[in-house]
């Protein structure tokens, strides 16, 4: 998968779920696809993507093994630069 946002390629998107805080009130809401549980993501991640919640990840990480290779967007560190100025 390609990011059109300059992040470079990924397949995973690694999310809160919906019954943790966000400061971002445009956060869009999906499905963990293990545990199926609600999670928060950006509207601006790469698609198609596979949503996976925080507290699912190390399983998932663990069935795959190996290194992984974490991706972030330009447009999430500025908003995350903004978010952190601000707090």
Same mark, same amino acid.
């Given at each position: ?13 690694? *999310? ?9 009130? @445009?956060? /869009? ?8 549980? &609600? ?16 507290? *699912? ?9 190996? @290194?992984? /290779? ?8 500025? &908003? ?8």
């Amino acid at each position: 998968m390609t990011d059109t946002h300059g992040g470079g390629a990924a397949n995973i998107v690694i *999310c809160l779920r919906t019954d943790k805080p966000t400061p971002f009130i @445009d956060n /869009e809401r999906g499905l963990c696809s293990r545990c199926q549980c &609600e999670v928060w993501y950006r509207p601006h991640v790469p698609r198609p993507h596979q949503l996976i919640c925080l507290e *699912c990840f190390p399983a998932l990480h663990a069935k795959i093994g190996g @290194d992984i /290779e974490l991706l972030v967007t330009r447009q999430t560190v500025a &908003e995350l630069a903004v978010y952190l100025r601000r707090n």
